[in-house]
């Protein structure tokens, strides 16, 4: 049986409605268009997947999308994803390395990687596949995969890896041959004269150059920065004492100008936005049920739906994540800092029970991983134990074994000794292993 994907981790992130298109860094992309690699390396805020979306849509080569996160650490997985984004574009492409996913005994990560350049590089078109978050991935035959195929690039593919640091991969080979493009988070920082520009195209008025510099100097030249900054702004009739309020820390700035944000919106709207911090993607459906198991006190009542729409309307960091507009997402600075607001303003047991809530949804919409995870970030040992019990045959049926091991792997191991389900799996993964090392 074949890994059950989300499609939504196939679509490229949508360009916001009032976005700053940067020339001088489409230019720089474009320069090395011809080669077969370009990194872009920068921490959370810098509008990393932004820039690369932005310039697909001017790009006249057929491009595919991957969001990569942490389940994504298992060989089988990944390759399921990254092959389901080449035959998105070409869908009489090889399947061969698909094939050989599904054989009884894993083929070699070697022998993967081989027969993948060679179908990639059998392609009569050039194409751009984009992996995006790449610093979720710890898994070392994944490293290796990829330094393999940078190492012997095929000729119709322009790979752009998007991460918060620089990936695991012999970049300093690859540089020394002059076959990648480095964006970096100096290229990404704002300069005065875009920061202004961003600001006027958001506000709607000029600003004077000593408002300018001192935003720039407080963000940093973050573009989420910015943005929070356009929000405050709006709202702020004596901006000149906002201005001075504001620290010198980046990350402080950030947490005030985000408070201020906050201030101006309902209780329910305010802890929907926090509720919602601890999920990595949402649908209406889910944040009804993680946010209506919290709060029994308000009396103004949001749906999930509302909830949505009113972050669209506002502009306030949403990013959907499929055509139908059914699951989005916060910009990934903007759930971190409300997490930190979250912890704040929320009791350990408050956010246990939102995990709780979120567990339980995933787990009965069949999305066990998202529902391991969450039930684990709650404390709910448990209900982790028991989602792995349950699925543990789904997952052997499927050849899954790299994630099945995985799972257990996150299970106190007190816990897996309490369970014979647990144990005889266990049991089974040492005899194995002992038969074939490689699995």
Not at 98 to 121: F, G, H, Q, W, Y
Not at 343 to 349: I, P, T, V, W
Not at 363 to 386: C, K, M, P, R, S
Request: include cysteine; proline fraction near 4%; glycine fraction near 2%.
């Amino acid at each position: 049986m074949p890994v059950q994907l989300l499609l939504t981790k196939l679509h490229k992130p949508s360009i916001p409605k009032h976005y700053l298109h940067r020339q001088r860094l489409r230019d720089k992309i474009n320069q090395h268009r011809q080669g077969p690699f370009t990194l872009v390396s920068a921490p959370a805020g810098y509008g990393k997947s932004t820039l690369i979306s932005s310039w697909l849509e001017s790009c006249e080569v057929p491009s595919a999308w991957v969001s990569l996160d942490r389940e994504d650490n298992d060989l089988n997985v990944f390759l399921s994803y990254l092959l389901a984004a080449v035959q998105g574009l070409f869908p009489d492409a090889s399947c061969e390395t698909r094939a050989m996913l599904k054989a009884a005994e894993s083929p070699s990560v070697t022998l993967l990687a081989r027969n993948l350049i060679n179908e990639l590089d059998s392609i009569n078109e050039s194409f751009i596949i984009v992996l995006d978050d790449y610093h979720v991935i710890k898994d070392k035959d994944l490293h290796y995969l990829l330094a393999e195929l940078l190492k012997y690039p095929p000729k119709p593919l322009h790979l752009v890896v998007v991460s918060r640091r620089d990936p695991f991969l012999p970049l300093n080979k690859i540089r020394a041959k002059d076959q990648m493009m480095e964006i970096r988070a100096n290229d990404l920082r704002f300069s005065n004269e875009e920061s202004s520009a961003f600001l006027e195209k958001f506000l709607g008025v000029s600003l004077d150059k000593k408002t300018v510099a001192v935003v720039e100097k407080k963000t940093e030249g973050w573009i989420t920065g910015l943005r929070l900054a356009v929000l405050t702004l709006r709202n702020q009739s004596d901006r000149d004492l906002f201005l001075k309020n504001l620290p010198e820390d980046n990350r402080y700035a950030l947490d005030y100008i985000l408070s201020e944000v906050l201030s101006k919106y309902s209780p329910v709207m305010q802890e929907y936005l926090l509720s919602m911090s601890i999920l990595n993607r949402f649908s209406a459906s889910l944040c009804e049920a993680v946010y209506t198991h919290y709060n029994t006190s308000n009396t103004e009542k949001m749906t999930g739906q509302e909830y949505i729409a009113r972050l669209e309307q506002d502009n306030l960091f949403v990013i959907p994540l499929d055509d139908e507009q059914v699951w989005f997402r916060y910009h990934h600075l903007f759930q971190t800092l409300l997490q930190r607001l979250l912890k704040l303003r929320f009791k350990q047991d408050g956010i246990n029970a939102l995990h709780k809530r979120a567990s339980e949804w995933f787990a009965e919409n069949g999305l066990i991983e998202e529902a391991l995870h969450h039930a684990l970030d709650g404390g709910d040992t448990a209900f982790a134990v028991q989602l792995v019990a349950q699925n543990r045959h789904d997952l052997l049926n499927q050849e899954q074994w790299t994630r099945l091991r995985r799972w257990l792997n996150l299970l106190p191991h007190d816990c897996i000794e309490e369970n014979p389900e647990l144990l005889i799996t266990q049991a089974w993964f040492l005899w194995n292993s002992m038969r074939f090392p490689e699995m």
